[in-house]
């Protein structure tokens, strides 16, 4: 059974940072592509940012792009977000996510997800 399990979400005063960072479990990301989704209130799923299997390339949407940076420990077997300069605009349930391909369109691999509310 695969399982991914966010952690770190909370309330966070607008312009500050939060550490996001997802536990993986029965499978291994070493050959995986990893990121992360979002979605915020009355809105749809949104990408937010992907590594790929190699660890050589990532990608963020337009909008977290110079704020956000997704890495991952692959001896842990864990996802990481680092989100600074938050806006209120940010605040989603953000969900980590893996695949064998690319986690931009539909990862096959989801977390439950944790609340990020950004206050202001």
């Known amino acids: 059974q695969v399982q991914l399990v966010e952690l770190g979400g909370g309330l966070v005063q607008a312009g500050g940072s939060l550490n996001l960072s997802c536990d993986v479990s029965?499978?291994?990301?070493?050959?995986?592509?990893t990121g992360w989704h979002r979605r915020a209130p009355g809105k749809e799923r949104e990408f937010v940012a992907a590594?790929?299997?190699?660890?050589?390339?990532?990608y963020y949407a337009d909008s977290v792009r110079t704020r956000f940076a997704t890495s991952r420990d692959k001896a842990k077997n864990m996802i990481f977000l680092q989100m600074h300069s938050l806006k209120p605009e940010d605040t989603a349930v953000y969900y980590c996510?893996?695949?064998?391909?690319?986690?931009?369109?539909?990862?096959?691999?989801w977390g439950k997800g944790t609340l990020v509310a950004v206050s202001s």
């Open positions: 996510a893996a695949d064998s391909a690319s986690v931009i369109q539909l990862p096959d691999y």
């Open positions: 590594l790929s299997w190699t660890g050589g390339s990532t």
């Open positions: 029965g499978i291994n990301i070493s050959t995986l592509a």
